[in-house]
């Protein structure tokens, strides 16, 4: 069965934490409230929760953007929310890391010039594949629901 797309989603940093009251995701499967676990990764955070501005998510939106374009990739949906990013894409043979990647530092690269410093971005991601046209669509129109610029 060939890949039709796929939904990737990051949080900005400190606002998702595992143990997070409305759930969180580990290794693709979500885990209830877990407070002792919000409580212990919240105490080994090592700046400020960071949460988007109007202004930094389009500056973020636009650094997407352009990095699609840059890099020939075909994107069906995205939302820059002040607590996470989600992307739906056409399939492309490069590894999802390496498009996280790629989008993660375009985005950072542009806050920094509008002197944002520190960490930005949690670790990680979560993905989603898209093996049909009918997940292809679902996952784009939860997107296109989030977006909010």
């Not at 002040?82 to 790629?102: D, G, K």
Request: hydrophobic letters at 35%.
């Amino acid at each position: 069965m060939k890949m039709l797309g796929f939904m990737i989603t990051w949080t900005t940093y400190g606002t998702w934490l595992q143990g997070d009251e409305r759930g969180y995701v580990k290794n693709g499967q979500i885990r209830p409230r877990n407070e002792a676990l919000t409580k212990a990764n919240t105490a080994l955070q090592s700046q400020d929760t960071v949460r988007l501005s109007k202004a930094q998510q389009e500056v973020v939106q636009t650094a997407i953007i352009k990095q699609a374009q840059l890099r020939d990739h075909h994107i069906h949906a995205l939302a820059v929310r002040s607590n996470h990013i989600h992307i739906v894409l056409e399939y492309t043979p490069e590894p999802i890391s390496r498009i996280v990647a790629y989008y993660k530092n375009a985005a950072r690269l542009a806050l920094k010039a509008m002197g944002h410093c520190g960490k930005l971005w949690t670790k990680g991601y979560d993905k989603r594949f898209c093996f049909d046209t009918k997940a292809l669509e679902q996952r784009t129109k939860y997107v296109e629901r989030h977006t909010n610029i």
